[in-house]
Every structure is written in structure tokens, then in C-alpha cells.
């Protein structure tokens, strides 16, 4: 190609345009969540100046780990327990959901994941408000537990507590289940897009069955969808405030009221930060597994 | 086993569209509900006098027009400063680029309580007062991320060979930016402002640390669980649900024939 002077014009301005562009955002995401971010490691070493205020000195206070672990390692436990739980149960219903709108749902597709995503514009704390008339000791859910004489089996298995629904785990589970939902659904159903229906067609004609169609095709297509909402559904449920704290009751916090709790009430910084990087330890661990195996990229967007 | 498959299909979706609907539905009906006491929680009777006065409960309008203030300024700035991203990270191969895609994507792999803690601390270091500007800072931040990344999808399957073409047929480059990139793009700006809206207007954990004493709607909901729940919050949650509603159907892309992509 030959090179004339307006295209070397134009290689020059290319060197600075994109950084010009990037730059406004680059300040935002550095000055705003990167340095701050990072500015948690030495707030976590340090030891508060004062009991009523957030201002601290740093002091290489290493054992603000040790006592942030052994004070509410059964809180974060409890977190990755009810993240764990609410995302296998959401699975169970979110795999075959995303198949049925994938491969039967035709033209209604775009409708049907309309419908799915529907749900997430209304605030989750309204949702919240919603589970608890549901819910509660005069709710509608409790009443049919009641008239089909199932209260001694559920108290027997834990899901109920003193014949409640509200506070207890059953309840948390419930609705961060109904919240993540809407995530498992999309990313399945974006695999599930990718997959070519002829791949199927090509399996029937070899005699694959059914289950053997699902086996050897969509299964192993449908992973990397698989992987992305698992890792988005775990990190929101993980780290929740709304749930535990509005359906669970003083007994089911989980590790983001105990920060909260930490920072806006009892003004302890730096274990509030320790334990801010533990949750961020753990589920970057996760993170790292899933760039192993697929990358960012995969990641769908709502 | 395809009869048995099927019928599971079918009871698994509907389950999983009753455990969506389920608190939606409760919402929408107790909008119609006459409560006895501050709690609009336990159903009473039927009445249309919360629709008739849906700015009865004059704190929680106030919040409710705080969130839609906020909401707008931070999807505003959250698409301008993403959208300028995804153009430079979309045309060019720049050095770094990895790096900065990654530093866009990783905010979406933290917990919200996370980036809470430390925005706070970053505030609090800068003495700089909890109020609508740490709101404003904060909520364009996380909507930051999901701006660009919908627009470098968006511009991925965009032909750069089009404004080229522009070009080539006289156009400086900026007015073909305005005549071709700019229209092409607007269902993606349309659609980054929507979803940064929306987390924006339903953001809890970080405006719980950021808000100092302004209201925003979740705040104020938050706060109604111990003082009052009037039915004005559901008629007001359902009025948004019908807006939200027509707008997804807007912003949703046309799909002809089969709807694969």
C-alpha cells in the first residue's frame, strides 16, 4: 500500500485519539474504584484513632485478620452456604427454563426473555416487602402449610422455626433464589443461542435419542453459559444486605450486614476493610477458575 | 423419556416463573389494598383510594424524585464517559487495551458491600461530605462498566467499513461519526442508558454507605420496614414496573423470523 502523506497524517492522530477518549474513564475507574481498592490493604493493617469516628492510624495490625476470621468465619460460611444453595436450586430451574425458551420457544423468545428480566426493574427492596407479606405469620404461604398439616414436618426438617416462616434460612434462600434467577436464565439462554440447531438435526439422523442428543450437543455447548451464571448469580448472593436483613431476622446475617455493621455502627474501619478483602479473596478464586476456563468475555450482560 | 423431559421442561419454568412473579404479583395487588395500621403487609380489603392519591406519602415521593434524579445524572454520565471507552477500545489496537478491558470488566466481579467499603474510606480520607455529589461519583462508577462493555458488544458487530465509506465520499471524519457511527449506534446508547438507569435507580448497598443524609427510594424503603409502609410505595413500585416495562419493550432489538442471532 503506498503511503501518502494524508494516511501518515492520520497514523499520527490515531496515536493520541484513543487515549484521549479512554482518558475520562480511566480516571473515573482508577481514582474511583482501583486506588480505593487497593487503599483497603493498608486500611485493614490499621487500628481506629478513636471509638467515634472513622479515622484511623496504621499500625502493621496483622491481627485484624485473625480476629475478623475467628469472630465471623460462621457469617461468611453462612453467606457461601445460602449463595451455594440458592444458586443450586435457581439452576434447577433456571437450566431447564433457558432450554425450553432456547429450543421451544420459537418466536416468543424475545418475549419470554423479556418476561425473565421483567421482574429485576422493580426495586429488590420492594420484592422484599412483597416476600414479606408472603410470608408472614398471616401470609398466604404459611396458611397452606397450616391447612395441609405439613407445620410439624417443616419445623422437623428446619425449613419453618416455631411454625415461622419469616427469619429463618428458608426464607433468605427463597428470595435471593427469585433474585438471581433473571442471571442464570440470560447467560444460559446466550449459550444456548450459539448452539446450531443443525448439530441436533445432524444427531437425530445418526440415531442419537433424545437424552443422548442432550448429552453429547447441548450439555457440553451450554458450559461456558453455565459457568458465567454461576459466577453471576454466586458473587451478588455472597455479598447480599437485602435479604438476610429484611427475611432473615438477627439470627441470618451474612458477612455484607456484618460489614455494614462494622463500618456504619460500630466505626471499626480496619476490620470492616479485613473483611471486605477476605469476601473479595474468596470470590476472586472463583473468578480466577472461571478466566481458566473461559474468560471475561464470556461474562454476559443483563 | 421425551413425554416425561417434557413435562418437567414445563413444571420447571413454571415454577421458576412463580418464584419471579410471585413478590411482582403481591406487589401489584397490594396497591389495591386498604390497610388497617402503618404496614401495608397483611391484606384488608379492596380499594382504589391509594391510586387516587399516589402522591400521598409525601417523604417517600420526595425519595422516589431524588432516585430519578440521580438515576438519570449517573446514566448520563456512566454512557458518555463508557461510550468514549468502547469507541477507543473498539476501533483501534492500542497497547494496554487488554489492561484496560480488563480493569472495565473486573468492577462486575465484586460484591457491591466491597466497592461500598472502599468508596466510603475513599471519601471519608478526602474529607469530602456524604451527599448527592459521593451519590452521583459512586453510582457512576459501578454504571461505568456495564455502559462500555454493552457498547464494545454493540460496536463488535458494527462495520467500520461504513464510515470509511463515509469518508471516502467527502465527509470529514467527524460528520461521518454524526451521520453514520452516531444512529447505528443509538439503539446500544439507548440501551446502556436504560440498564445503567435501572441499577443506578435500585441501588441499595452503596448508597447506604455514600448517601450521608440524602433519600434516595431505596434508602427510604429500607427505612419503611421499621417506621411505615404505605400502599403509595406499591403504587408507586408499580407505576415504575409498567414505565420499565414498555421501555424493555422499546429497547428490545426486533427480531425477524426464528430469532436467532
Known amino acids: 500500500m503506498l503511503a501518502s502523506p494524508k494516511a501518515e497524517g492520520h497514523r499520527r492522530a490515531r496515536r493520541w485519539w484513543p487515549w484521549a477518549l479512554l482518558a475520562p474513564g480511566l480516571v473515573w475507574l482508577i481514582g474511583l474504584y482501583l486506588l480505593p481498592l487497593l487503599a483497603l490493604v493498608p486500611l485493614s493493617l490499621s487500628e481506629p484513632v478513636s471509638r467515634f469516628g472513622l479515622d484511623t492510624v496504621f499500625r502493621w495490625r496483622l491481627a485484624n485478620y485473625g480476629e475478623v476470621l475467628g469472630a465471623y468465619g460462621p457469617v461468611l460460611l453462612r453467606s457461601f452456604g445460602f449463595a451455594l444453595v440458592s444458586t443450586g436450586l435457581g439452576l434447577l430451574l433456571a437450566y431447564p ?23 429485576s426493574l422493580t426495586s429488590y427492596l420492594v420484592r422484599a416487602i412483597g416476600w414479606t407479606s408472603l410470608l408472614g405469620d398471616n401470609g398466604p404461604v404459611l396458611g397452606l402449610i397450616t391447612a395441609l398439616g405439613l407445620t410439624d414436618l417443616g419445623n422437623g426438617l428446619g425449613l419453618l422455626r416455631d411454625g415461622r416462616l419469616l427469619n429463618t434460612p428458608t426464607a433468605v434462600v427463597l428470595g435471593l433464589t427469585s433474585n438471581q434467577l433473571p442471571f442464570l436464565v440470560l447467560p444460559l439462554v446466550v449459550a444456548m443461542q450459539r448452539i446450531d440447531r443443525r448439530l441436533l438435526e445432524a444427531a437425530a439422523d445418526l440415531h442419537a435419542g433424545g437424552l443422548r442428543r442432550f448429552r453429547l450437543v447441548v450439555w457440553p455447548l451450554s458450559r461456558p453459559g453455565l459457568a458465567s451464571a454461576l459466577l453471576l448469580s454466586l458473587i451478588p448472593a455472597a455479598g447480599d444486605v437485602v435479604n438476610p436483613l429484611f427475611l432473615g431476622g438477627p439470627n441470618e446475617r451474612m458477612v455484607g450486614n456484618t460489614i455494614e455493621n462494622l463500618l456504619l455502627v460500630q466505626l471499626q474501619a480496619p476490620r470492616a476493610a479485613a473483611l471486605a478483602l477476605v469476601l473479595m479473596a474468596l470470590i476472586s478464586l472463583a473468578v480466577v477458575l472461571q478466566l481458566r476456563t473461559g474468560g471475561l468475555d464470556d461474562l454476559a450482560l443483563p | 423419556m421425551n413425554r416425561i423431559g417434557g413435562w418437567l421442561l414445563g413444571l420447571a419454568s413454571v415454577l421458576a416463573f412463580a418464584l419471579l412473579y410471585a413478590p411482582i404479583v403481591v406487589m401489584v395487588l397490594f396497591s389495591f389494598n386498604a390497610p388497617r395500621g402503618r404496614f401495608n403487609l397483611v391484606w384488608q380489603g ?10 400521598a406519602d409525601a417523604a417517600l415521593t420526595q425519595a422516589f424524585l431524588a432516585s430519578l434524579a440521580l438515576a438519570l445524572a449517573a446514566a448520563v454520565l456512566a454512557v458518555l464517559l463508557g461510550g468514549l471507552m468502547a469507541l477507543a477500545l473498539g476501533r483501534v489496537r492500542l497497547r494496554g487495551g487488554r489492561a484496560i478491558a480488563l480493569l472495565l470488566a473486573l468492577p462486575l466481579t465484586n460484591p457491591e458491600i466491597v466497592l461500598a467499603t472502599a468508596l466510603l474510606n475513599l471519601f471519608v480520607d478526602l474529607n469530602l461530605p456524604r451527599g448527592p455529589l459521593t451519590l452521583l461519583l459512586s453510582h457512576s462508577l459501578f454504571c461505568l462498566s456495564y455502559a462500555a462493555l454493552t457498547l464494545k458488544a454493540r460496536l463488535a458487530g458494527f462495520d467500520p467499513s461504513l464510515e470509511l465509506a463515509a469518508q471516502d465520499l467527502g465527509a470529514p471524519p467527524l460528520a461521518a461519526f454524526r451521520r453514520v457511527t452516531l444512529p447505528l449506534l443509538a439503539p446500544g446508547l439507548l440501551a446502556a442508558g436504560l440498564l445503567s438507569f435501572s441499577l443506578s435507580f435500585d441501588d441499595y448497598v452503596i448508597s447506604s454507605f455514600t448517601a ?12 419503611a420496614f421499621q417506621r411505615e409502609i404505605s400502599p403509595q410505595i406499591q403504587v408507586l413500585s408499580t407505576l415504575v414496573l409498567l414505565v420499565s416495562g414498555v421501555l424493555l419493550i422499546l429497547a428490545t432489538p426486533r427480531s425477524s423470523g426464528s430469532g436467532r442471532r
Not at chain 1, 427454563?97 to 421482574?119: D, E, M, N, S, T
Not at chain 2, 379492596?46 to 402522591?55: D, S
Open chain 2, 46 to 55: 379492596f380499594t382504589l383510594a391509594n391510586w387516587r392519591q399516589p402522591l
Open chain 2, 212 to 223: 450521608g443524609e440524602t433519600v434516595t427510594l431505596p434508602l427510604y424503603l429500607a427505612g
Open chain 1, 97 to 119: 427454563l433457558a432450554y425450553g425458551i432456547r429450543f421451544r420457544g420459537g418466536r416468543w423468545q424475545p418475549l419470554l426473555i423479556g418476561l425473565v428480566v421483567l421482574p
